[in-house]
C-alpha cells in the first residue's frame, strides 16, 4: 500500500476529535494532528490515537494551519480530514490503484454532509478535494482553502472519484451555532475580499455563510457579486454556486431573473443532478408556472451521472416529481413518486405523504 499521512487540524474538538480519530487506526494511517489552541481536552484525547501532535499558533488563516500540517506528514501522499468528519467506508487497494492511475491528479472522496432542517435531519453528498501528493499541491486562502497547485497556483487540476466516504456532522446544530459560525466566517472572508476584490470565490463564499442561516437576500446580493466576475464552469465551487445562486433567487422570488440569466448557460451546467433540480425549481415558479419544463429537469435530475451519488440526486427529484404530478392531478404517480422520496427517509416527502393520508 502506498504509504499515507492523515492530516487534520482542529481546536477545541473534544465532542468530535475520538470520533474522528478511531476509524482510522486500523488502516495504519500516520496520523498528524495539528492544533491551533484548544482550551479543552482535545490534544489529551487525540494522543490515545496518535503521538503526531503539534502546536500551531493561530494567525486567522487556516491555510496556515492546513500547510503546517502537511509539512509535518512523514509521507508524500496525504488525506485531509476535518475533525467533524468520520471515515465509514474505504477501500485501500482500489486507493492506491486509483493513485497509480493519475498520479498528478487530485482524489475526491465521498462527504455525506448531515444538517438540520425546520427540526429534522437532512443529508446531501458530495465530492471534495483531499488525497494529494503535498510537493504537488498545498492550501490557499485564509478561510474556506482551496487545494492549489503548487507551482502554477491554480484550482484547474485533474480530480478523480477514491473509494473513501466520511461523515460530515458539521452543517447540524442550532441555527444560533450555525450564525455563530457564518459570523466567524465572514470576518475572514470580508478580509479576503479586501484583498482580493476581483476574486468571485470570496463573495461566493459569503453567500454560502448566509445561505447556512437562511438569509436568502444576502446570499443573493453575494452570488450575484461572484456572478458578475469572470468565472470558469469547469470549476467545481462554479458549479455549486450555480445551484445556490438559483436557489437564493427562488426564494427571495426572483424565479424570472433566475431564468434569464441561466436559461441561456444551462449547457455549461448540465448533467448534474442538483443544476438540473435547480432548473426545474425555476419553471416550476413562474407565473404561470410551466411544470411539463420542470418535469424535464427532474427527468434529467434523476439519471444524471452519479457525481452527486444516490442521495440528492434520487430523493430530491423524486420528490419534485411528486409535486409536478400532483399539481397536474394525477394523484396516483403523485403517491408513488413521495413514496420514492420517503423511502430514502426525505423529511418533505414523508410530511407529504403524512398530509395525505398516507
Same mark, same amino acid.
Given at each position: 500500500?502506498?504509504?499515507?499521512?492523515?492530516?487534520?487540524?482542529?481546536?477545541?474538538?473534544?465532542?468530535?476529535?475520538?470520533?474522528?480519530?478511531?476509524?482510522?487506526?486500523?488502516?495504519?494511517?500516520?496520523?498528524?494532528?495539528?492544533?491551533?489552541?484548544?482550551?479543552?481536552?482535545?490534544?489529551?484525547?487525540?494522543?490515545?490515537?496518535?503521538?503526531?501532535?503539534?502546536?500551531?499558533?493561530?494567525?486567522?488563516?487556516?491555510?496556515?494551519?492546513?500547510?503546517?500540517?502537511?509539512?509535518?506528514?512523514?509521507?508524500?501522499?496525504?488525506?485531509?480530514?476535518?475533525?467533524?468528519?468520520?471515515?465509514?467506508?474505504?477501500?485501500?487497494?482500489?486507493?492506491?490503484?486509483?493513485?497509480?492511475?493519475?498520479?498528478?491528479?487530485?482524489?475526491?472522496?465521498?462527504?455525506?454532509?448531515?444538517?438540520?432542517?425546520?427540526?429534522?435531519?437532512?443529508?446531501?453528498?458530495?465530492?471534495?478535494?483531499?488525497?494529494?501528493?503535498? &510537493?504537488?499541491?498545498?492550501?490557499?486562502?485564509?478561510?474556506?482553502?482551496?487545494?492549489?497547485?503548487?507551482?502554477?497556483?491554480?484550482?484547474?487540476?485533474?480530480?478523480?472519484?477514491?473509494?473513501?466516504?466520511?461523515?460530515?456532522?458539521?452543517?447540524?446544530?442550532?441555527?444560533?451555532?450555525?450564525?455563530?459560525?457564518? $459570523? &466567524?466566517?465572514?470576518?475572514?472572508?470580508?478580509?479576503?475580499? $479586501?484583498?482580493?476584490?476581483?476574486?468571485?470565490?470570496?463573495?461566493?463564499?459569503?453567500?454560502?455563510?448566509?445561505?447556512?442561516?437562511?438569509?436568502?437576500?444576502?446570499?443573493?446580493?453575494?452570488?450575484?457579486?461572484?456572478?458578475?466576475?469572470?468565472?470558469?464552469?469547469?470549476?467545481?465551487?462554479?458549479?455549486?454556486?450555480?445551484?445556490?445562486?438559483?436557489?437564493?433567487?427562488?426564494?427571495?422570488? &426572483?424565479?424570472?431573473?433566475?431564468?434569464?440569466?441561466? $436559461?441561456?448557460?444551462?449547457?455549461?451546467?448540465?448533467?448534474?443532478?442538483?443544476?438540473?433540480?435547480?432548473?426545474?425549481?425555476?419553471?416550476?415558479?413562474?407565473?404561470?408556472?410551466?411544470?411539463?419544463?420542470?418535469?424535464?429537469?427532474?427527468?434529467?435530475?434523476?439519471?444524471?451521472?452519479?457525481?452527486?451519488?444516490?442521495?440528492?440526486?434520487?430523493?430530491?427529484?423524486?420528490?419534485?416529481?411528486?409535486?409536478?404530478?400532483?399539481?397536474?392531478?394525477?394523484?396516483?404517480?403523485?403517491?408513488?413518486?413521495?413514496?420514492?422520496?420517503?423511502?430514502?427517509?426525505?423529511?418533505?416527502?414523508?410530511?407529504?405523504?403524512?398530509?395525505?393520508?398516507?
Amino acid at each position: 500500500m502506498i504509504p499515507i499521512s492523515v492530516c487534520i487540524i482542529g481546536k477545541n474538538e473534544e465532542k468530535n476529535i475520538e470520533k474522528c480519530l478511531a476509524p482510522l487506526v486500523p488502516y495504519g494511517f500516520e496520523i498528524i494532528y495539528v492544533d491551533t489552541g484548544s482550551t479543552d481536552r482535545t490534544k489529551e484525547l487525540a494522543a490515545k490515537y496518535t503521538d503526531h501532535i503539534y502546536d500551531f499558533e493561530w494567525i486567522g488563516d487556516f491555510s496556515a494551519a492546513r500547510n503546517f500540517s502537511l509539512k509535518k506528514a512523514s509521507h508524500n501522499y496525504v488525506l485531509v480530514l476535518d475533525c467533524d468528519e468520520f471515515l465509514t467506508e474505504i477501500d485501500l487497494d482500489a486507493i492506491e490503484q486509483a493513485i497509480n492511475e493519475h498520479p498528478h491528479g487530485v482524489g475526491l472522496l465521498l462527504r455525506i454532509n448531515y444538517s438540520d432542517s425546520n427540526r429534522k435531519k437532512t443529508f446531501s453528498p458530495d465530492r471534495v478535494e483531499r488525497l494529494f501528493h503535498k &510537493r504537488q499541491y498545498h492550501y490557499c486562502f485564509s478561510i474556506h482553502e482551496q487545494v492549489v497547485d503548487a507551482k502554477t497556483g491554480s484550482t484547474l487540476y485533474e480530480c478523480y472519484d477514491i473509494p473513501l466516504t466520511v461523515d460530515h456532522v458539521g452543517y447540524a446544530g442550532s441555527m444560533e451555532d450555525k450564525r455563530i459560525k457564518a $459570523e &466567524r466566517n465572514n470576518e475572514l472572508l470580508f478580509k479576503e475580499i $479586501e484583498k482580493h476584490p476581483d476574486n468571485p470565490y470570496f463573495y461566493f463564499q459569503v453567500g454560502q455563510s448566509y445561505n447556512l442561516i437562511n438569509d436568502y437576500e444576502n446570499s443573493y446580493l453575494y452570488y450575484k457579486k461572484a456572478f458578475a466576475l469572470p468565472l470558469n464552469p469547469e470549476e467545481l465551487w462554479v458549479q455549486v454556486m450555480a445551484v445556490a445562486f438559483i436557489n437564493a433567487m427562488t426564494h427571495t422570488g &426572483r424565479s424570472d431573473e433566475a431564468l434569464e440569466i441561466f $436559461e441561456p448557460i444551462a449547457h455549461l451546467f448540465a448533467g448534474t443532478a442538483d443544476f438540473h433540480c435547480s432548473m426545474g425549481n425555476i419553471y416550476l415558479n413562474q407565473k404561470p408556472a410551466q411544470p411539463l419544463k420542470a418535469m424535464m429537469e427532474y427527468v434529467k435530475a434523476s439519471q444524471a451521472p452519479n457525481y452527486r451519488e444516490e442521495g440528492s440526486n434520487t430523493y430530491i427529484p423524486y420528490y419534485n416529481m411528486g409535486l409536478v404530478n400532483e399539481m397536474l392531478g394525477n394523484a396516483e404517480a403523485a403517491v408513488n413518486f413521495y413514496q420514492k422520496s420517503a423511502a430514502y427517509e426525505y423529511p418533505l416527502a414523508v410530511d407529504r405523504l403524512a398530509a395525505l393520508g398516507i
